[in-house]
């Protein structure tokens, strides 16, 4: 099996890290690559990022599909450019909210999301809403680090496991996840520090749910409904 | 008033059409302009030709605000862009659907979409969910006429008639609005004969609908919230 | 267009001030009276209010089809009335709830409600369950003034202020709707006080939303569903 | 204990029937009786006659907790003056709808109507929505008989039961409730032929469950919560 | 009538209490027994009690049946044994949930569970979803008192007290349900404290509720629908 | 690794079909074993089935856990046992039902259940509800084959393959999943029939869609939350 992670922003910087990370849970007969685009926004933040950069998304799936891989994963929670990518590739496509959601909803009544800025709250809010699936999310709260300051692990796990614990505490989670993929190597360190709290709670790594909901996905042979996404040929586009 | 009609199509066919119909329902101090974009594809009838065309309405936005209008409108029921550029300009700006909807809820307990193709049903199905008014739709039903096609009034009036009418009698539809902006002309002789037919119920015209809402929100000072809509500055973009 | 709006209270003391607030945003062309009942219960503050009052209403309403309105504006958030009247009047006729609530979803993904006391409270939760909305409604404050007392404008934007910004810091809210039409010139400046804490956020009118919501309605010939509201024929009652 | 039906119409061609068939479930030791408002709407087949009929339903049940009644069952599906009423009582007081709505919910998963016209068809929905019982409720079907030809048994039960098997085979229905009062002496007919055809619901009688349920409010000393129903002093109106 | 309370724990402790309380709120004709499992586990504080005791409670329900009973209440919040019961038995049985979630519906907009233990926390919130009632509920506290303890009424009332009012001036209830059976004799004390702190609302005593809805039931010969609970013959098993 | 799939049944007929399947999907460095349970049901086809055999997969779970299983599949859609057991085992533990719903959630909007008898069909639109994602569901239809009936390939595949059409074509489903472990074989047949048909849907195979969701919840680590399941020492029980 061949997976590429696509990585939906002009900016390499994550890229290694994300592999890594991808590579520790996936089975030992699967590959993966990494590759990014590289036109438009280097971060998403907003809505305007998120429409910025997914032509070119949709473009990478096409290339990747012709290159022979058989399944495509779009680190991104907000899942830039994958609902169009899915009328045009015959491949399973998937992004990291449903992956992420859904497995949070596996192991636990209801979950929140910590994210990184005000300016993606509502719209992670609406994933909620249009993946049907309201009543089992509790909330959201904000760390307030822009992407290019996650770097720095010590802060962000201070800071995410605080707000995971308001989210418990207050707003009734049973469950975490993250709303950035750029959140790498901080989902176990903040759920261990919840356990020793006495709250032993799933927090999920956004980047290993995905890539282990897309091989689930390639080895039972499964791909986007057509019903839900009729194909799209862009020859004449 | 100056209002902008935003056509989210590398394709200037509707434009007049569609400027006519709107200028029947505004005040006589409203001045309305029409552009479309001037790249990406000539219709929309996929995800695909959504995220292909955004970017184009977001910067066609940006320059009409400097331009000076008070209020823009994207003619398309799937509202092309308006989610991104709602971020980076500070005039009103809106699509059909949720106006459309929006006044059917206000005149009726139930509507149903009469759309073009089956690409676009669950993606206007999801429209319902991401504005959290699923308890007040009723069905969806397709005519199976591309875009291109909706010029030949006399068969699309007879279709989305036909396809109405099985929207009251079989899917409990109190009202009616149209899945595409192409539809012009089309809402009052399918109301008509509705009526005719012993259903007096409202069939919305999404344009018309859609022009009359942006002149409600201009008159009253109003704008997208910041809260859900953060603003972004593209400057460094 | 000729628009008529009833008070429906059996008190004029509002008048003067609700008309004056709907005049600053109609169009040019847009003609409008104002006119309350002369029985019943001088003001609205509680189910047994609205059930006394809304026969007047009604009749009201009649009066004013057959005096030539084009539609008709009852300044009542709890929309003392309009039910009913849908039933008897072949000309759109609204009260506040809906215009307000579906103007404030168009603008921002959930809306409080800051209204004026605990008997009313649970009565306009019930109109975003009836209207299908819940999941927009992100909650309801009291400020604790009678209708008789609003008119001390000071006091009512301060605590109206207040009240706001606990529902948009601790509630989730991105937009306000005002639970009275007695709340006259008060939104524009919770409005400012807000945009100034650095929460720009949508504060609607709720005389002046309506008002717009009806011109829309008049403009595009749209009326209430007689699939939803049957004709009643009253002449025999 | 003694317990009064109202009937909240100006009519008593029904008190008889209905007393009747209250006293057929009632223990031994309850009291039952009926009156009828002498105002007013002769039958409720619309929001219009509700909202006539409420005021005197209104009045007469502040009479009756004047005169030690223990307890009220307003003899309408549609639960015309209730609310109000609840606001100014101090006794319990319920209509017809939520006694058989939660009953049918108590002993099935989905739960159908079979109301008389087509004028109250939205109208009963809503109450599934007010209620916040939505996905328990299957269908709303019409036997298109005004009040007044509910005489007629024959013809009714075989009309109800006709409705109902299409609610159970078409809709996914598990129980029927009936939408009007004026159905007496349907429920167990109907219910046998049910069973008969293979499908053995719960078919339930509109007032027998009503008065039913008062009277567990009245043994467990149970009232309207004053919280959702706040007091209302009317002796200044 | 018969009636027979079943108490789904290997512990005869409550029988009693729980007797003496269902006894003083049913009709003078109504006659009630108590038998407790004398198998499983001796309270019921978790899942794992629930599947335990869950067989036990099925055979003696099938034993009360034999042996004349008219209908059976298994005095159990979470209905220990009541649905796979349903499937088995030919008279009407319920456990605690449904007729106080119910009943506090009837009377109010929004109710609180005040429970035991974390441990049946999410499992209550469950009960709310399962019987598509999630609108009306505000929220879930616990006290932290295991069945054993809740003896010590004065305690236990202090605590239910203290919660309910925080579930009234947090979280909106407007009514109280108490989440185990085990709660004899708190409902009306509470209820008074909370009456003295100026929230008069409806505290549900859970035995009382439900024997009563079960007197209900019989009255009106209803039983459990056989579409959803389809019969199951167990004599081959 | 090493999994467990837990047979909830008193009967080993099917054991090595599901093994064989499972073994299809799973990783190379997965190791698989199969076991039933040798009390209670043969087969489970209601309430009563499911409460019976409960304790015993319980029982078996917890063994399974002692001999160093790393996780554990109980293969039945209505998850037999599967809540209780995540109380008591530190391993984690899925039944069929969310693996199979969350998957079609992944690829499509709306999902239907394909099952075998009439006495599951409610129960299993009970999951629906239970786990919050309604909207997601489309229906459900049952081909009436008991499960010992099921090993006739071709006359099920005949029948889910008719059924699966009519979800699609008239409830509007994108996906299927089929409501019973006991369809072995049958998904890829009924997925090719369907697209043989132009209807391009995923048709998932229930015992391969949950061992693999199993082999990702192992891979990363994770396990039921301990705040929706607490954990329960059975020791002294």
Redesign the interface.
Known sequence: MKLLIIVPINNSALNDEILASAKE??????KIDIKNITKG?PFIQ???????N??HV?KLAQKAEKDGYDGLFVTDMDMC?V??A???VNI?I?GGF??NA??A?????KFSIITI???VK?LQ??HT????????FASIRVVNIPVGKLSDKKITIEKVYKESLKC?EEDG???IILGCTGFVGIA?PVQKLLKKAG????V??PN??SI??L???V????????????Y?D?KN?
Chains 1, 2, 3, 4, 5, 6 share one sequence.
């Open positions: 849970v996936v089975a030992p007969d699967v926004s907003s809505r305007y990022d998120l429409a910025r997914a032509p949709v450019g609902e169009p899915r009328e045009v399973p998937l449903r992956a859904y497995t909803m596996m192991l636990s009544q800025l005000d300016s509502d809010i609406d809403r249009d993946f049907g699936i309201v009543n089992n418990i989670a049973d469950s176990k709250k032993q709670a799933p999920l790594d290993q749910t282990s909901y091989e689930l996905l080895r039972n042979n499964l791909m986007q409904s057509r019903l839900t996404y009729v799209q862009t586009h």
